[in-house]
């Protein structure tokens, strides 16, 4: 029995790998501090639970437009018409699963064999996982650290070719936390009119800025007719387990979309829409109470870490990870990660594990108590101290 060519360059996400040998140490007895998966820890709020169990028993429980419920569309258009600033029609919008297949899709849309996709690095590893899937070829963009995560303009202009059909960004970042100014996304944008590229903008994290307001490529009105949104529900309302997403594509793309959701996953489960309606028009209050408890723990968190030696972090503008410079080690982060897990009982990701870019660092979600956090802070200074070279 074989497997075909394009599922075997399927890549994967490493944070479940750690997570399912740190839960069998669990299981075993040991304990372990979770500070690898991307998730918030907090309950998803109680009035979006409480409309999902009424949209349940009201029987909003078979199949759906594929695109997603008209007022739901139309809830999430008003939404990012508001927060973007700019006019966004229902008809733009298409409701999936989770936001991965906005990325499959515009993949599989626009990608041919032998065409060049320049993606972030490090960088969310699904990126090139899709490209290689789909037979793209990819082009990392690399992300300096000195430049606090973003990217240098002259060096991806030249990464771009008239073989480049997508470029994809993702402002605030995973897994670096770092942001793209305005002045890079203007710049950005004349550079993907002048060579007609088409821009996958993941937007994930939006609302979860520390400073710095939110800045959207859509800003620019030239780049709305080649600019895919990608968001939803898992990062800001704590519903990862809800698989609820979205994009927004210029019109031209949502008959591409449509066909692939037809074809895949039929509808987005109607329920779980019902209490994303609920999530955008209820009370905020939740939103804004994790994203405080979130500043107050990065602190306090980066602040410990940098007095670790061997670890020099800078402090994440955005999203809920700290990417720490591990350099001052013998070991590789990929070691680290290992050593951290089962010397330490400390669950952590290598940078490796997010691109070639990622060499030499380790991510450290600290989407967890301040007390745990606490308790990671002293575990990992005392099975690193051995280790490390200074």
């Known amino acids: 029995m074989y497997l075909n060519e394009a599922v075997q360059r399927l890549g994967t996400e ?21 500070l690898e998966i991307g998730q918030p820890d907090f309950p998803t709020p109680l009035n979006v639970c409480e409309a ?81 899937y789909v037979g793209g070829k990819p082009v990392p963009m690399p992300l300096v650290e000195a430049q606090n995560f973003s990217f240098e303009l002259d060096r991806l202009e030249s990464l771009i070719s008239d073989r480049t059909k997508l470029l994809i960004l993702n402002s605030p970042q995973n897994p670096t936390g770092g942001i ?66 979205y994009g927004i594509l210029p019109e031209w793309l949502v008959d591409s979309f449509e066909r692939l959701m037809v074809n895949s996953n039929s509808c987005t489960t109607t329920f779980i829409q019902r209490a994303g309606m609920e999530a955008l028009t209820g009370p905020q209050d939740a939103v804004a109470q994790m994203r405080r408890e979130f500043l107050r723990r990065r602190d306090f968190f980066v602040e410990r870490l940098n007095r670790i030696p061997g670890i020099s972090c800078r402090l994440p503008k955005g999203a809920f990870y700290c990417f720490a410079n591990v350099s001052g080690f013998d070991l590789t982060s990929r070691e680290l990660e290992n050593h951290l897990l089962h010397e330490g009982g400390v669950a952590c990701l290598a940078g490796d594990g997010f691109g070639d870019g990622g060499v030499g660092y380790l991510r450290f979600s600290f989407a967890n108590s301040m007390e745990n956090l606490a308790e990671a802070l002293n575990r990992i200074e005392e099975t690193l101290s051995p280790v490390c070279r200074f």
Not at 17 to 32: H, N, Y
Not at 58 to 80: M, S
Not at 213 to 242: A, C, N, Q
């Open 180 to 245: 793209l100014s305005r002045n890079d996304l203007e710049a950005v944008a004349e550079l993907c009119v002048r060579h007609d590229v088409v821009i996958l903008a993941d937007e994930i994290y939006s609302r979860l800025l520390y400073q710095e307001r939110f800045e959207s490529i859509t800003r620019f009105p030239h780049v709305h007719d080649r600019t895919i949104i990608l968001d939803g529900f898992s990062k800001t309302y704590s519903m990862t387990g809800w698989r609820l997403g």
């Open 14 to 34: 490493t944070a479940f790998g750690v997570l399912a040998k740190a839960k069998a140490m669990e299981a075993e007895g040991r304990s372990v501090i979770h």
């Open 52 to 132: 999902a169990k009424q949209a349940i028993d009201e029987g909003w429980t078979g199949y759906g437009p594929t695109c997603g419920l008209p007022e739901f569309r139309e809830l999430i258009a008003r939404h990012v018409s508001e927060s973007r600033g700019i006019e966004v029609r229902p008809s733009q919008v298409v409701v999936t699963p989770g936001g991965k297949p906005i990325m499959f899709f515009a993949l599989l849309s626009l990608v041919e064999r032998g065409e060049e996709v320049v993606y972030p690095d490090p960088g969310f590893p699904i990126y090139r996982s899709m490209i290689d």
